[in-house]
């Protein structure tokens, strides 16, 4: 397993941004993938966005795409989630997590290493 540590969340109005950051210290070489989920009380993990670590292959969930932005910095081992644009339902703790696998997934069963969260709201 790969340790995590995520930072960048907060309280922000509806309309503002943030960005999020995921870290891997210690890491020599990346995992294959590394990606952003979201959870809001009584609702489920969902993927919000994915990047492999080899290729410039981005994925994004559809009520993100054009607001969210994933990008990565190889030789820090750390992975960005620019969030724009934000909306009250964007609100939830997000959580960064690494892969071991080649394919990229938007399942939480994909990935094998998790951050600890970190806590986005949206206010109106």
């Known amino acids: 397993q790969v340790q995590l540590v995520e930072s960048g969340g907060g309280l922000v109005q509806a309309g503002g941004s943030l960005r999020l950051s995921c870290a891997a210290p210690?890491?020599?070489?990346?995992?294959?993938?590394m990606g952003w989920f979201r959870q809001a009380p009584g609702k489920d993990r969902e993927f919000v966005s994915a990047i492999h670590w080899s290729s410039t292959s981005t994925y994004y969930e559809d009520s993100m795409k054009g607001r969210f932005t994933i990008s990565r910095d190889n030789a820090k081992v750390t992975v960005y989630l620019q969030m724009n644009s934000l909306k009250p339902e964007d609100t939830a703790v997000y959580y960064c997590?690494?892969?071991?696998?080649?394919?990229?997934?938007?399942?939480?069963?994909?990935?094998?290493?998790w951050g600890q969260g970190t806590q986005v709201t949206v206010s109106s």
């Open positions: 210690g890491r020599t070489f990346g995992p294959y993938a």
């Open positions: 997590a690494a892969s071991s696998f080649t394919r990229v997934y938007s399942s939480p069963a994909g990935y094998d290493s």
